[in-house]
């Protein structure tokens, strides 16, 4: 059993970052794969990015390619969420989570292949 709590969101201007953290708590959190996922109003949950269990293969949606960064430090029992060149289309509740390993990359695409949540937090992005 793992426990995940998200930090980090809040308000910011189009073109702003904001830094998205996930504290682990219970299970060490190197057992997981970790993902980032985020849902918006009126929308179905969708992938944003996950990174393996040492941080050496990260996985991003192309509509955050090259804008987010994934990261994690297993010593410190978090995973990180870096957004850079923010858009109003990012606004959603963000939402971490961890998954057992697989050697499918395309596994962490899909939510239900994830065993633990953390409770969300709200990203808003102003234009």
């Known amino acids: 059993q793992v426990h995940l709590v998200e930090s980090g969101g809040g308000l910011v201007q189009a073109g702003g970052s904001l830094r998205l953290s996930c504290a682990a708590s219970?299970?060490?959190?190197?057992?997981?794969?970790m993902g980032w996922f985020r849902q918006a109003p009126g929308k179905e949950r969708e992938f944003v990015a996950a990174?393996?269990?040492?941080?050496?293969?990260?996985y991003y949606a192309d509509s955050v390619k090259g804008r987010f960064t994934i990261s994690r430090d297993n010593a410190k029992n978090t995973v990180y969420l870096q957004m850079n060149s923010l858009k109003p289309e990012d606004t959603a509740v963000y939402y971490c989570?961890?998954?057992?390993?697989?050697?499918?990359?395309?596994?962490?695409?899909?939510?239900?292949?994830?065993?633990?949540w953390g409770q969300g937090t709200q990203v808003t992005v102003s234009s």
């Open positions: 989570a961890a998954a057992f390993p697989s050697y499918s990359g395309t596994y962490y695409y899909t939510s239900t292949n994830y065993n633990y």
């Open positions: 219970g299970r060490t959190l190197s057992s997981y794969a």
């Open positions: 990174i393996n269990r040492s941080g050496g293969t990260t």
